[in-house]
């Protein structure tokens, strides 16, 4: 079964600055698709980005990047010129090439934004 | 506005009461999930629809069972609420295309008392 972990319960940031979030994820599938949610207090979860398995282009949403390195299984979400609004859970989550692609979520990590 | 609708929002039952989440999509998304939300734990799969009249069991279906009723809806049913089953519950649906990942409901948030 896939797993996917992120080691830090808990990141903090200045505003302005910029942070990585990790994740890691085990699988033997060669075909996948990951994702980065954010889950601010109003407990809505938001899609921030995703990764296509099979492209070895990182994708990257304005201030949002990722470094998915495929051998290693890693998949650390980057954002640049962190923003007050940029404070919530953030969840990585692993989705399987077909079927109802069910998807497995890391812990998440709380990011904090010093002001 | 098109997404995922939850109800309640808020629920408190006592121990061995039943209830029934209500979850509707406008999406006309085939998959449809519900996954509960505790700390430390990441969001875990109860149960899942791949399509109108199909269920499968998650990672976690104990104390659960599911109806989807026709392609927009899909309920999780507690018949005999338990402690443990004090959570954050979520609904989501997806479209069959992959790229675009899943669109959540707001959540339930549940107390057993």
């Known amino acids: 079964a896939q797993t996917v972990t992120q080691s830090q319960p808990e990141m903090s940031v200045q505003e302005a600055e910029t942070v990585t979030l990790s994740c890691t994820y085990d699988?033997?599938?060669?075909?996948?698709?990951l994702f980065w949610y954010k889950q601010p207090p109003s407990r809505q979860m938001i899609l921030v980005i995703r990764?296509?398995?099979?492209?070895?282009q990182n994708a990257t949403e304005n201030r949002f990047s990722v470094n998915f390195q495929k051998a290693a299984k890693s998949f650390s979400l980057k954002i640049s010129d962190s923003q007050l609004g940029d404070a919530a859970m953030y969840f990585c989550?692993?989705?399987?090439?077909?079927?109802?692609?069910?998807?497995?979520f890391g812990q998440g990590t709380r990011l904090t934004i010093n002001p | 506005n098109a997404g995922v609708t939850q109800t309640p929002k808020f629920q408190v039952l006592k121990t061995g009461q039943s209830m029934t989440l209500q979850c509707a999509q406008d999406?006309?998304?085939?998959?449809m999930y519900w996954y509960r939300q505790d700390p430390g734990m990441g969001l875990r799969l109860i149960y899942y629809?791949?399509?109108?009249?199909?269920?499968d069991k998650g990672e976690v279906p104990n104390g659960y069972n599911v109806s989807r009723l026709n392609k927009r809806e899909f309920s999780l049913r507690l018949e005999s609420a338990a402690p443990s089953q004090t959570s954050v519950y979520f609904c989501?649906?997806?479209?069959?295309?992959?790229?675009?990942?899943?669109?959540f409901g707001s959540g339930t948030r549940l107390t057993v008392v």
């Open positions: 999406m006309n998304h085939n998959s």
């Open positions: 989501a649906s997806r479209r069959d295309s992959p790229n675009y990942g899943y669109t």
């Open positions: 629809s791949a399509s109108e009249g199909t269920t």
């Open positions: 699988t033997s599938e060669s075909d996948y698709y």
């Open positions: 989550a692993y989705g399987g090439p077909q079927g109802a692609q069910k998807l497995v």
């Open positions: 990764q296509e398995a099979y492209k070895q």
